[in-house]
């Protein structure tokens, strides 16, 4: 055991544990000090409780793991907290079912400018694709609308479409598409932000979406009152992830109007975990908007809140056909999506944004906007030099053989999300697997691949478009099977898995050195969890919950 700052009492000690420590020169232990928001020891029961003073408060893990505090490393905070309050259609399957949960839950919101559904399954009516007039049915005279898992497909009613002004179509730019019916009239699917951005504003949460939708700042100011429905919708979605044993959030959308909101709650009681709030660019925008990104930057740069991101959007999802692949998909064999950036344009922003020392994140599902992305890193090295960049390509759903071993030659962070492959957990095989293709399956999610080549692989939930609990990932991650008998095993085991959530998300903010293992030294941020990990099977890991978190040493969520 080594103890930084002997001879003084902790402030909090955790005994009687199975400490995962996910640090190599000391893998295992029984207890933990805490003093000053900071680990002052690791070690055994016995070595740990001589640091006990009058003043020590004592946690007994009662023989559960504690491991380091959980880091997601890819989410949406303020979105995913507004829509706890939204329908939850994750796991409803047919007409039936999806009119009786609609019709509830619009008799229970009565005043809802426009009702909001979420988690709906692109398969939720089978083989056959959902129009306004199935919803119409189910809700003829109020404002519906409801949301793909994955964000980037809703559906409407046509009262909603109306409401929305866009029941006779509207051009958009590259990427996003109101899908229009044979009757010259919109059918009711809208794919990607732009398309649905008009009827998801008519329910009153634009500010809750500028981060993502296009990374602006509300216009306009919000009224002190708007401010505090704001700040609360944010602590909300903090303390859900306290609840599930998180303490570092790397936010992938944002924009000044969000750091600030997280910095008030700071300043009037702490914030429950540590936030990193990128800076969103847009196709639309020009290279001098990133003079933004190097203030927020400049502006918020401490342990509890930091900017120093950019994130990007290359392409969409396979689910709509808007990934953009290098071959055709499997389904639609003359089409390979639509870059959201040209190729040249996405090399000119990484050149740019990466001589402002900041970082890249860039949503890349697609295995020919993979090669776009890796191309700009590429471009950008060659223009800037070599420096510990640790530009991110996000998702990864399909990637080619050649690009695989660039990872790690340009030392680029794989981030990837164990619950969205097809299968793992909530989203189906279908449609997905079909626009992939069996030819392409064997490199679809590789996170096994990317791993063995010398990638840095990070996990996250992409929450809200995942359930946000890392132990559900992990054991997705854990459990995953192959497609075909003939794909390569992609699986982790429980110490990578859980690496993803720790280690690997530190590495990613460049903080492996103060966070993501637990050792003296380091901040005390970390999870008591309800049983032994290593002692569960892989199956029933889920029932493992989270029984105390603690941020900077102090205690965030207490079951
Ligand atoms: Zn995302």
New binding site residues.
């Given amino acids: 055991m080594s103890v930084t700052g002997a001879g003084r009492s902790a402030d909090l000690i955790v005994i009687n544990g199975r400490v995962l420590t996910m640090d190599d020169g000391n893998p295992a232990a029984e207890a933990i000090a805490i003093k000053d928001s900071t680990i002052i020891a690791v070690g055994s029961r016995a070595a740990i409780e001589a640091l006990k003073g009058p003043g020590t408060k004592v946690i007994d893990a009662e023989g559960g793991s504690v491991v380091p505090g959980f880091i997601e490393a890819?989410m949406?905070l303020f979105s995913g907290a507004a829509e706890l309050a939204h329908l939850q259609l994750a796991g409803v399957h047919g007409f039936e079912a999806l009119q009786k949960a609609i019709r509830d839950y619009a008799s229970t919101r009565l005043d809802a400018k426009m009702l909001v559904g979420q988690g709906v399954d692109y398969t939720v009516l089978g083989s056959e694709r959902v129009t306004r007039h199935h919803l119409d049915a189910i809700l003829p005279d109020r404002p519906f609308v409801m949301a793909a898992p994955d964000h980037h497909t809703m559906w409407a009613n046509t009262r909603a479409l109306e409401m929305a002004g866009i029941l006779n179509g509207r051009t958009l730019g590259p990427g996003n598409e109101i899908v229009m019916g044979d009757d010259g009239l919109a059918a009711g699917e809208l794919r990607e932000g732009e398309a649905f951005g008009p009827v998801l504003d008519l329910a009153g949460e634009s500010r809750v979406r500028l981060g993502l939708a296009t990374g602006g700042e509300p216009d306009p100011m919000p009224t002190a009152a708007e401010r505090a429905a704001d700040r609360d919708i944010m602590r909300r979605g903090l303390a859900w992830c306290a609840r599930h044993g998180i303490t570092s959030i790397q936010n992938?959308d944002g924009n000044l109007y969000q750091l600030e909101l997280l910095a008030e709650i700071e300043a009037e009681e702490g914030l429950p975990c540590r936030v990193q709030i990128p800076f969103h660019y847009k196709n639309f925008m020009t290279l001098d908007m990133l003079d933004k990104a190097s203030d927020m930057a400049g502006r918020y740069d401490s342990e509890w809140l930091s900017s120093g991101m950019v994130k990007v959007f290359y392409d969409g999802v396979l689910d709509s056909w808007t990934a953009v692949m290098v071959e055709p998909y499997a389904d639609r064999p003359d089409w390979v999506g639509e870059p959201l950036f040209t190729p040249q344009q996405f090399i000119d922003l990484a050149v740019a944004v990466d001589r402002r020392g900041l970082q890249i994140a860039v949503?890349s599902i697609g295995d020919g906007a993979v090669r776009a992305v890796l191309d700009g890193y590429e471009a950008a090295r060659k223009a800037n030099g070599k420096r510990d960049s640790r530009h991110r390509v996000?998702h990864i759903e399909v990637i080619t053989t050649t690009d695989v071993p660039r990872f790690a030659e340009l030392g680029v962070i794989a981030s990837m999300q164990p619950p969205h492959p097809p299968g793992a957990m909530d989203f189906p095989l279908e449609p997905t697997i079909s626009r992939i293709g069996p030819a392409r399956w064997p490199l679809s999610y590789a996170w096994r691949t990317l791993k063995d080549a010398g990638a840095r692989v990070v996990f996250a939930s992409?929450w809200p478009?995942s359930p946000i609990d890392p132990i559900l990932g992990i054991q997705a991650a854990v459990l995953r099977k192959p497609w075909a008998d003939s794909d390569p095993d992609q699986s982790f085991s429980l110490h990578e898995a859980l690496a993803g959530y720790t280690v690997e998300g530190a590495y990613a903010e460049f903080a492996e050195h103060r966070k993501g293992s637990l050792k003296p030294g380091y901040m005390a941020d970390l999870v008591v969890l309800s049983a032994d990990l290593e002692a569960t099977a892989p199956e029933t890991l889920h029932k493992v919950r989270p029984v105390t978190t603690i941020c900077g040493g102090k205690v965030t969520y207490q079951a």
């Fill in positions: 890819h949406h992938m949503h996000e992409d478009v």
